[in-house]
Structures are given as structure tokens and as C-alpha cells.
């Protein structure tokens, strides 16, 4: 079965917020809401030692995911063809319990429309065979999309050439988070937490 998500090679991102202005755009995501959003992590270590980096969260494609067991109305779910979370805004009653069950904070509420929101991995580009706008958007080329599953796709490709010992997650708390992020360490050690 399919499992899309998106790669991010943290040792590229130049947090440039790229990603974060074109999924807006894409998305007409509304002000005060981010469907992703680049976090600074950072600076820590032992002047003159220290260490940065960007980390761009958005949902994690979580392989057990939360938000879709708490939702009382099906609105949150798994698209059975793609593996990929999404809200139906027509079944959403506004409880918010997928916000509060997600561990990432990347839901969103829609002020305007009384609805959660999510990155939807541009679902309206990728079923036209597009990349997610915030993947063709990246100056740096730190973004991969595709497949996990499929050894050919871009995102598996990436995490193919970085090495298991570069690879990263968020912190699993029992959800098993898909998000893969590149991080070697000659460029910062990985946080699990977010401060």
C-alpha cells in the first residue's frame, strides 16, 4: 500500500520560509494559521561550539494517527488510496479534538469557515501528477515527496542516499510518525524536542 509524505533534508534548508509563503498561497491558508511552519532550533551547544538548524513542521502522515481515533464525526481520516491524513471540512463540527490529540500542534483552525484544517500534501497538484507546493518551491532543494514504500519515488531515494544514522523523526509517542527530516551530524546534533 502506499505511504506519501514528504522528506526534508534538513542539511539544505536554509529556513527561508519558502515553504511556509507557498503553501499559504496554494492553500489560501489564512492569516495566523500555518499548515507548515519552520521552527529555529536552536542555537545550543558550548560557545564557540554551537549549533542551529531549521526544521519545518507540518503533519507528520503519522502511521497511527491520533487525530483520525478521536474525531466523532469521521472528518478526520486516512484516504484509503494514499495513506494521506485529511479533514472533510463538510463532516467537521468544529470540536477541535483532532487538535488537541495531535502531539505536533499542526492543526489549524479556520476562523472564517468554523472548520480544522491540515496540510493535505496538495493533494489538488499531486492527483494532477504535481509536486506539493512546498516541495517545487524550495530554493534549496531540501524537500522530497512521494512514496515511502516505493523505492523509486523521491522521498525514498533521499532517505536511501542520507544513511539510517541521518535520518530523523518527531518524538513517537505511539503514533509513528512517517515526516522523515535529514540531519547529519557534521551540521548539528538532532533534538527529538522541540523547545
Same mark, same amino acid.
Given at each position: ?6 522528506? $526534508? !533534508?534538513?542539511?539544505? #534548508? =536554509? &529556513? /527561508?520560509?519558502?515553504c511556509e509563503? *507557498? +503553501? ?62 485529511? $479533514? !472533510?471540512?463538510?463532516? #467537521? =463540527? &468544529? /470540536?477541535?479534538?483532532?487538535?488537541? *490529540? +495531535? ?20 493533494g489538488q ?54 515526516? *522523515? ?15
Open positions: 500500500m502506499a505511504h506519501y509524505a514528504i522528506v $526534508v !533534508d534538513l542539511d539544505r #534548508c =536554509i &529556513g /527561508c520560509h519558502g509563503i *507557498a +503553501c499559504k498561497n496554494e492553500n489560501e491558508v489564512e492569516l495566523g494559521s500555518f499548515w507548515n511552519k519552520v521552527v529555529q532550533v536552536g542555537p545550543f551547544g558550548d560557545y564557540p561550539h554551537l549549533q542551529q538548524y531549521f526544521l519545518p513542521v507540518m503533519c507528520q502522515q503519522c502511521e497511527n494517527a491520533p487525530c483520525t481515533h478521536v474525531c466523532p464525526t469521521g472528518a478526520s481520516y486516512r484516504d484509503p488510496d494514499t495513506n494521506v491524513v485529511l $479533514v !472533510d471540512k463538510e463532516k #467537521c =463540527i &468544529g /470540536c477541535k479534538y483532532c487538535m488537541m *490529540a +495531535c502531539p505536533y500542534g499542526v492543526r489549524s483552525w479556520s476562523p472564517s469557515e468554523h472548520v480544522v484544517e491540515k496540510c493535505t500534501l496538495c497538484l499531486t492527483a494532477a501528477g504535481e509536486l506539493p507546493k512546498c516541495v517545487a518551491a524550495c530554493c534549496g532543494s531540501a524537500r522530497f515527496y512521494g512514496d515511502l514504500d516505493d523505492p523509486s519515488s523521491d522521498a525514498a531515494k533521499a532517505l536511501a542516499a542520507a544513511g539510517s544514522g541521518s535520518v530523523h523523526r518527531l518524538k513517537d509517542v505511539g503514533n509513528g510518525p512517517q515526516t *522523515a527530516y535529514i540531519l547529519s551530524s557534521k551540521y548539528a546534533d538532532w533534538k527529538e524536542e522541540i523547545d
